[in-house]
């Protein structure tokens, strides 16, 4: 056994700890801190790659979900976090995003509201500001197309039903699902949202087709308008 190996992982230098026991435990063994500090691989001048990615985590509140949504200038505000460094985060950020987006892609057809919402969350996730989608189905409740609707500011968007109902009638869509986010969080619906909502029904009617959902997204969580008895 060489001297290397006999030394154990607790000898080893600070930045090489986590790759160390990423090979020895699993990727399942590390903190949060630990992977980000594979991912900034070196420290600087006065701290480990550990301690920066400590604060980096602190920056997002110790939250990943709130990693995502830092800007690369947001990042490089830690010291110690260059524009290769924060763009390396970013860009494996956004990988595991696309990643999450992946797997809800495989599942085409939606039997509940947990599938419709599952389907689109990728879209809506990181977002600060507003978004309108819309989601055409045919007669088995298979996806036919995802279409960005229109996009709005922090508080509010706008959606065109005419234009809406013109892509399901191109589309040959016998229902549609309709989403947009609260980037502030709150799950509960304006005014302004249940009278749209209204109108979609009505406009789908007059079409032949059904609005078999209105589903508002938050953080990792959502509201359906059919689960509340509202269409």
Known sequence: MTEENRL?????????????KMLLKGRSALSDAELLA??????????????????????????LNDLGKLSIADLKKVKGIGEAKAITIAAALELGRRRKHETSEQ???????NDAYEIMQAHFADLDHEQFWMVLLNRANMVIKKQL???G??????????????????????SIIVYHNHPSGSLTP???DKKLTAKIRQA????DMSLIDHIIVGHNTYYSFANEGLL
């Open 8 to 20: 154990g992982i607790k000898h080893w230098a600070e930045d090489d700890r986590p790759r160390e």
């Open 38 to 63: 594979i991912l900034i691989a070196t420290g600087s001048k006065n701290e480990t790659a550990v301690d920066l990615a400590k604060k980096v985590l602190n920056l997002a509140q110790n939250k």
């Open 107 to 113: 599942r085409k057809r939606i039997t509940n509201t």
């Open 149 to 151: 609707v229109s996009i």
């Open 153 to 174: 500011g922090v508080n509010a968007t706008v959606a065109d039903i005419k234009l809406m109902m013109k892509s399901a009638v191109e589309n040959l869509a016998s």
């Open 190 to 192: 304006s005014e302004q």
């Open 204 to 207: 789908a009617e007059l079409m």
